[in-house]
Every structure is written in structure tokens, then in C-alpha cells.
């Protein structure tokens, strides 16, 4: 995929070293956002969850990256699979709640139901397909590891691509912790200026700051500090619509310190005025730096 003209100019910008003017549109428009969606948002890894989403044979819960969809499904202790959250028929979602527990997935647009593995069980309106094995839902590969569920939502098979390393920094297993929390925030922000506010604000995420911060692919980040930890999950939906979820954890024997709503919507609230009328917000060549470096190979391989 081509980038757009408003990424490229960004790109060349930042290449001649002078100051950086990005074009209001790089935080407005479909076309850029498409081309992020493509060449950034699905870029290994990304930590969804602390591993106790899935403590029980049959949970499952939603992964959403902008107009992507992934559904993480556990069949047994052993098994565990990230699958794309279109059904084969007509890409209708096979899962629109955002988790429970089940023994199948169903689409309720023309009733094909699948197992929790991904196998087509059931094509409603398709009776004469009497070998539905070789029907799945494509799944990503996966791993669980220190405690955290993790993604790579680069490529789909009808077989799991193997996992490959995560190249993270070394953080504290949390195999054993607890979640204390989950929330999820809602801004009418472009992504950048959230990330940027996100991941340079850990007190937002933990009360009283970090000692260890680790980002999993551009759009997952955990800190911890004494016992504590906070994942953040960073979920672009539109080019003028950003989520993001806050998975605050304790391993045992430590109290996590209490959650602020309140202090985490002012913030957000301050920053949205400050960003009416100036998209950019704060965000620095540093950040620029790291967003052309993530998209630049892209334009190698056109």
C-alpha cells in the first residue's frame, strides 16, 4: 500500500533534520489512518490481557485494532487461540461481546456457528459442505508468557503461524498477580497525541510513577513498580476516535493503590481542549522520529 502524501511529506521532513510542520490531515483523514492500520497497528506484539481473562475452559474475550478484530479463545489450559473475528462466510463478527464463556462462537448474520477452536461446525445455509474441516477462522500467533496474553496480529492462517521471540526489555513476571481493575477510556482524540500523552505520563497508569517500563509494538506499554503493574492498551478506531484500556495488577502481598477516574478524566478532558484546533498537541521529534522509522519500510517495499 501507498502512503499518502501527508505521511510522506512527514517522512521527508524528518529526514532533513529541520523543523517539523506535519499537515493537519495527518490526524484527520481515512486514507492515513488506513495506511496506519496497514503498516503500524498490526506489528508484533501486542500485550491484550493479563492471563487471567482466561482462567477458564471456553473464555473468551475481543481484541479490536482500529477496523480489525480479534477474538482470543481458550479450549483448554493448553489451548489457547487468537482468530480473525470474521465469519468465513461474509465477515460478519462471530463475536460482538466483549468477553464470556462459551463452548462455540456463533454469527448471527446467517447462523454459522464454529467451535471455540475456530472450526466451522455449522454452515446454516451451506447444508451440502459435508467436509467443514477444512473450514477455520484464520488465527494469529500467540503466546503466553510472564503472566501476559500476547498477539501478533501481522498474519492470519488457517494454521497458527509459529511465534516468534518478543523482543521486550525484561519486566516482573506476573504469572501469579491478580488484576485489581479494568477500564477502558473513550477520547475523540487522533491516536498520536494519546499515545504520546500515555506513554510519557506512567503516573496516569500507576499512581506515584513507575519503575520499569516495557512497550510491547506500538500500541501496548506496561510499567510496575513495586509489586504493582499497569498494562495499557492503546485501541485506535477511527481517525478521530481513540480508545484505550488500563489493566492494573498487584502480584500477592502488595495493595495497589487505589484508582483515580476522576484525576485520569481531567487530564484527559484538559488535554482534549488544548488539542481543539491544534491536532499536533505536544508531540515532539522524538515522536516523529519513531512514527516515520515504524512506517518508513513501507515505502521500500512499494
Not at 211 to 234: H, I, K, Y
Not at 271 to 299: H, I, M, Q, T
Request: aromatic share 10%.
Amino acid at each position: 500500500m501507498e502512503l499518502p502524501e501527508q505521511i510522506t511529506a512527514l517522512g521527508a521532513q524528518v529526514e532533513a533534520g529541520g523543523a517539523i510542520t506535519p499537515d493537519p490531515e495527518l490526524f484527520e483523514t481515512y486514507e492515513v489512518f488506513a495506511a496506519e492500520l496497514t503498516n503500524l497497528f498490526v506489528k508484533p506484539w501486542l500485550a491484550a490481557d493479563h492471563t487471567s481473562r482466561l482462567s477458564a475452559d471456553g473464555d473468551y474475550f475481543r481484541v479490536d485494532i482500529g477496523g480489525r478484530s480479534v477474538v482470543i479463545a481458550r479450549e483448554a489450559e493448553d489451548k489457547v487461540h487468537a482468530m480473525r473475528n470474521a465469519c468465513l462466510h461474509a465477515g460478519y463478527r462471530v463475536c460482538e461481546e466483549e468477553e464470556g464463556r462459551s463452548d462455540h462462537l456463533f454469527c448471527r448474520y446467517h447462523g454459522w456457528d464454529y467451535a471455540i477452536d475456530g472450526r466451522l461446525t455449522d454452515p446454516e445455509l451451506r447444508p451440502e459442505e459435508k467436509d467443514r474441516s477444512r473450514f477455520r477462522l484464520p488465527r494469529y500467533a500467540m503466546r503466553m508468557w510472564k503472566g501476559l496474553i500476547f498477539i501478533d496480529p501481522s498474519v492470519a492462517a488457517p494454521n497458527a503461524p509459529e511465534a516468534q521471540p518478543i523482543d521486550a526489555g525484561d519486566f516482573p513476571d506476573l504469572a501469579d498477580a491478580a488484576v485489581v481493575s479494568r477500564k477502558r477510556y473513550q477520547t475523540t482524540w487522533n491516536w498520536k497525541p494519546l499515545r504520546h500523552l500515555l506513554w510519557a505520563s506512567d503516573e496516569l497508569a500507576l499512581p506515584g510513577g513507575s519503575e520499569t517500563q516495557t512497550e510491547f509494538g506500538p500500541l501496548s506499554r506496561l510499567v510496575t513498580r513495586n509489586g504493582e503493574a499497569a498494562l495499557v492498551r492503546l485501541i485506535p478506531r477511527y481517525a478521530g476516535h481513540s480508545d484505550f484500556e488500563l489493566v492494573r495488577i498487584a502480584r500477592p502481598g502488595h495493595t495497589a493503590a487505589a484508582d483515580d477516574d476522576r484525576r485520569i478524566e481531567e487530564v484527559l478532558r484538559a488535554e482534549g481542549e488544548k488539542l481543539e484546533g491544534a491536532p499536533a498537541g505536544n508531540l515532539d521529534r522524538a515522536f516523529y522520529e519513531w512514527y516515520w522509522a515504524a512506517l518508513k519500510p513501507a515505502v521500500a517495499a512499494v
